[in-house]
């Protein structure tokens, strides 16, 4: 599963899911960029991708910041293969107690987000690349105080159909990846210790038919999967990949 002489873009690639595609695109060949708000975290994860990993800081709740982010990916790789929509928030949104903020914050990152990043990239996309987004398990079922969340997800998932649709004469592919509870640090609480995590885990674990949370390098398998040539016959697509959480 080559994808040498080909050029991504991560957005959301300092940590988590982003982070392990960013690295499992790379070590399959291709140039990297990852996007983030934070440029200490950015810089962190170019050390652990490498100086050839071209780092932006961009929040996708931003026009402004997406259209800087194309340009500079852009002059730095004349072009984009692939491009995995990955950057997200994920706070509860209880039906009673959720405020306007919240609502925003969710929306305006994983909608507008998504939305905004696609139209951004696509006049530096080669023709026949692949986009892929990243929604949620919850897009599928109904779980209390994430009403706003899971409509968020839902959301892409629909960009994924429409945008495949918009994308045909292009021959640009747009899937999606549909992540179950991942150790990923947008699951640690803040100044959490290992051992409390391990005990969320454990706890999240034991609602999850194979009995454990995932791992960020099962998520980037399926982008990279995705991103390649391997999957030329999906369009508007969806993988699940949360343990059967959903399914069973």
């Known amino acids: 599963m080559t994808l040498s002489g080909k050029t991504a873009l991560v957005t959301g690639g300092s940590s988590g899911i982003g982070l392990a595609a960013a690295r499992m695109l790379k070590d399959s060949g291709a140039r990297v960029a990852i996007t983030g708000r934070s440029a200490e975290k950015l810089a962190a994860a170019k050390s652990l991708l490498g100086d050839d990993v071209l780092t932006v800081v961009a929040d996708v709740a931003s026009v402004d910041d997406l259209r800087q982010m194309s340009e500079a990916v852009g002059n730095a790789f004349t072009g984009l293969d692939i491009v995995f929509a990955n950057a997200g ?130 998520i980037a398998a399926a982008v990279r999967f995705l991103a390649s040539d391997d999957s030329s016959y999906m369009l508007g697509a969806e993988i699940v990949i949360d343990g059967g959480r959903s399914e069973l």
């Open 89 to 218: 928030v994920a706070i509860g949104t209880p039906l009673a107690t959720a405020d306007e903020a919240a609502y925003a914050t969710v929306m305006d990152t994983n909608v507008k987000g998504v939305f905004f990043t696609v139209q951004a990239v696509l006049p530096i996309m080669r023709d026949g690349g692949s986009i892929i987004l990243n929604t949620s398990w919850l897009n599928q079922v109904g779980t209390p105080g994430r009403a706003v969340l899971s409509a968020s997800k839902a959301a892409v998932r629909s960009f994924a159909r429409t945008m495949s649709a918009e994308l045909l004469e292009r021959r640009i592919r747009v899937n999606a990846v549909s992540p179950g509870s991942i150790e990923t640090p947008i699951h640690r609480s803040r100044n959490q210790s290992e051992e409390e995590f391990r005990t969320y885990a454990a706890r999240v674990g034991t609602q999850v038919p194979l009995g454990r949370m995932g791992r960020p390098e099962e």
